[in-house]
């Protein structure tokens, strides 16, 4: 079992291959085990970017002379209340901005895109709050505003040529289209031409997803998390609730590149110059934070936390292969597992932000 | 009961002030009392309006000089099969022109919208195998197609300025955003002020929507469908199912305009020229078409049919009103009382189609 490292279910390339686009999802809905009510993690991740965000948002509708018409994408938006902050802080960036310089504000359409899949309904329920919300936060400081869904993948095209001043994504470009060897060198290759004819001249895009910080691919430093559910599905194995040649067809359409893997790939494309690649850690325990002063350690609530973001991003994969039967039994082991392994040790998610302007 | 008209539930405008934004959509999914799987009436409709759509978007697209991007909308799509039906239209309209003209394809963009409490995941999830169709029957003569939802009441602003070649709306602008008097004169011109400003000069609109065909609006002829079921209701709160109060109360945010009507509030808008404003009949039981050769009238399956398809367009206004647990006898009930009226007299439902220009 000790060589069942995070390799058998993540890049081993020996598996079915996966429809990705048509299982992929995060869990839906707003219930317990919903991606909306366990992404925490995802919201810390978008404040740490916020800063980063607002200042290319800015600096680009300043460069552009302040446009009639702005238009951005959020890539990977998924569903649930993290999905509108990101929204929110580019109209807040733009309307600031107007507001500081004497401008009246664009008018302003956001795309929210993830894969057809995704649970769009639940966003867009939210949407007549969130326009209620802004036109009385800011009133006439804000212009018209279009929230728009567009389903398909992000790798390919999605948008007419040249319509988009403003490409964003969070958490998501670290998901592959295929769980086969060297798929992110090609996916994200993939994504940097489609978004390349679809983005203005001049316009800007910011990705933040989890990476490696070593250089070695089969280190375990970002594979943790699959390292332990791993384990969790070879005990059920043994004990006879799952086939042990189940797991070994089981791939996990994921990968965490090292930085410069990630500058390689930009620069070989070729079509955007990078201004800013930086990287920043987050505790796995998203109530471990900055904002949460009180923060004290308990095994239990820390491994239930945990196991619940990590269901609610992996179980639409798990549940095709393995069946629904087995999720619950396997987020209960997980949970143990991986509140053992952080009483024993914190643990980090190591994450890479890049912003890059199309050429 | 005798003066309990249609009035009672349409437009008597001393209820409370339903917020039909919130509550009023197609009932969702594909199960069998969704509106996906009980919307043959309209597709009817969308087949009889089809060459007045396939020449006004041929027409328009020769009039802009073959554009390399072409931008449409359809407001009301509802979910389930007659969505991409029409889309599938337009595109197919532009397609055979470029094909006929030695011209390439546009870059096409295709907005769905409907109100954000629209099923627009069952929509979603039909658009990888629609695109994979479109590509197996029209290979590299159909270009970059990009589907995308955007939620919202076409009784208000929803897309940018001057955005739009041509929208189109089937079996929509019927329903109002609020039940009271005069709203559909107040709805329909917001409506055209709205789409104004979307469309871009000379760009065209089609609406198509139940009307009158007598000028009387008490007239019984367009409303028996909803007559019959407030007798229903009626039988129930005698039997003392419901509370006569409540059907009082009850307002269907709904209205079914005579033709000048249309007219007069479109000349006094201003925006558009009508080009086209015709009227036909399609009967109220789908089956009975010209398609369906074979047709026999039965009355049971007739009536269960149309209250298939009545449930499906009001099931979520009344459960929202009465309760849910009223919903399955009421629409027995309905079906009963349909399903006899009709072995009496063949009933049709009267259309409206109106193709304007942006002057």
């Not at 929230?147 to 948008?159: D, E, K, Q, T, V």
Request: charged share 25%; hydrophobic share 35%.
């Amino acid at each position: 079992m000790d060589s069942y490292t995070h390799n058998s279910i993540l890049e081993n390339g020996h598996g079915h291959v996966l429809q990705v686009e048509k299982v992929l999802r995060m869990t839906s809905g707003v219930g317990e085990n919903s991606y909306s009510h366990n992404s925490a993690l995802q919201k810390i991740v978008i404040s740490k970017v916020r800063p980063v965000l607002e200042g290319t948002v800015r600096a680009l509708y300043i460069k552009e002379n302040f446009p009639r018409y702005f238009s951005v994408a959020d890539l990977g938006c998924s569903s649930g209340p993290n999905t509108l902050i990101v929204t929110y802080e580019m109209i807040d960036a733009i309307v600031g901005l107007c507001r500081e310089t004497g401008h009246s504000p664009p008018e302003l359409t956001v795309f929210l895109n993830d894969l057809p899949s995704n649970d769009f309904n639940t966003d867009f329920k939210l949407l007549p709050d969130f326009y209620a919300m802004l036109k009385k936060e800011k009133g006439n400081d804000v212009g018209p505003c279009f929230i728009a869904g567009m389903p398909g993948s992000f790798y390919g095209r999605l948008f007419p040529s040249q319509s988009l001043d403003f490409v964003h994504s969070s958490y998501s470009v670290h998901w592959l289209s295929k769980a086969y060897l060297e798929q992110f060198q090609n996916d994200f290759s993939l994504l940097l031409r489609s978004r390349a004819d679809e983005i203005k001249l001049g316009g800007q895009m910011i990705l933040t997803f989890i990476g490696r910080s070593i250089k070695d691919p089969t280190s375990r430093d970002c594979c943790l998390v699959w390292e332990l559910l791993a384990k969790c599905l070879l005990d059920m194995a043994a004990e006879g609730l799952i086939e042990e040649a189940d797991i070994d067809t089981f791939n996990l359409p994921y990968y965490n590149p090292f930085i410069e893997e990630v500058k390689t790939i930009v620069e070989k494309e070729g079509s955007f110059v990078i201004n800013r690649l930086e990287t920043f850690e987050v505790n796995l325990d998203a109530n471990d934070n900055d904002e949460n002063k009180n923060y004290v350690f308990d095994k239990f609530t820390c491994g239930q936390n945990v196991s619940h973001c990590i269901r609610a991003i992996s179980e639409s994969l798990l549940a095709d292969h393995f069946g629904e039967t087995i999720i619950d039994d396997l987020f209960e082991r997980y949970a143990k597992r991986i509140g053992e392994h952080l009483s024993m040790e914190k643990t980090k998610n190591f994450n890479i932000v890049i912003s890059m302007a199309r050429k």
